[in-house]
């Protein structure tokens, strides 16, 4: 183990790890026993040296305020003065303020738009065919004269008000409707007053392609007339009828064709 000059057992042959001094070399002469550093713990110049740091007095090898090492001159900087407090934060510099966007220009006012054309009138429709049903006294009258089967016990009906229906179809059929028999035909005597001379399928009308009608009679009880004449029209044929026909059935009863509805 290689001694310091000042006489510290060193673990480096080079530099004493004690006191620091340099081990060989032009070296001090050796200090006499009275003049070697202190023994290691302890600090070089003996106690109540001050730190050299913090001031406070030694009592051994490290101060114990800071840590000062006494014998290798170690440790912590002197601190050139008290420690200097923060500066305060600095407030941030203001924002430039975004100048303010222009006000969107009025929009142009519209312009009034074109008042509508005023719309076509529909073309007049194609008139309807109506059949108006009443209660005739002097085609009754022409039954009675005629001496009918059960002509005398058939009574004019006091009251039988107008019946208006309108044609629409290929056929309309002209009877009295019965459960039993199944038939529910579109100009229905049954209707109070019901017409007791009728037949079930009395007569029937035929929608022609060109707009007009025809009339057949297929087989009834009490025939079937036309405008007045006593003499009915045969029966299974088609007899052309237009506006204003009159076509009479049963007991009272006439049905008279019109274009338009009108009586």
Not at 36 to 63: E, H, I, L, Y
Request: charged share 20%; aromatic share 4%; glycine share 12%.
């Amino acid at each position: 183990m290689a001694i310091c000059p000042s006489g510290h057992s060193s673990g480096t042959d080079d530099y004493c790890d004690v006191c620091g001094q340099r081990i060989g070399g032009d070296a001090s002469p050796a200090s006499t026993p009275s003049e070697a550093a202190p023994a290691a713990g302890q600090p070089a110049g003996g106690k109540g040296v001050p730190c050299p740091d913090c001031g406070t007095p030694s009592t051994d090898r490290f101060c114990e305020e800071c840590g000062y090492d006494f014998a290798t001159g170690g440790g912590r900087p002197t601190p050139s003065g008290p420690p200097q407090p923060l500066p305060p934060p600095q407030p941030a510099p203001p924002q430039p303020t975004p100048p303010a966007e222009p006000s969107p220009a009025p929009a142009p006012a519209a312009e009034p738009s074109p008042a509508p054309a005023a719309a076509a009138e529909p073309a007049p429709q194609e008139a309807e065919w109506v059949a108006i049903v009443n209660a005739d006294r002097e085609y009754y009258d022409t039954v009675i004269a005629g001496g009918g089967p059960d002509s005398k016990d058939i009574p004019f009906p006091p009251y039988c008000p107008e019946r208006r229906i309108p044609l629409t179809g290929k056929q309309i059929r002209i009877g009295r409707r019965s459960v039993s028999r199944g038939t529910n035909p579109e100009i229905d005597l049954q209707e109070p007053p019901a017409d007791p001379g009728v037949s079930h399928v009395h007569a029937v009308l035929l929608a022609k392609p060109d707009g007009t009608w025809t009339l057949v009679d297929p087989g009834s009880t009490n025939r079937t007339c036309l405008n007045g004449a006593t003499e009915p029209i045969p029966l299974n044929v088609e007899v052309p009828v237009g506006d204003g026909d009159r076509i009479h059935v049963g007991a009272w009863t006439t049905i008279t064709l019109s274009k338009g509805g009108k009586a």
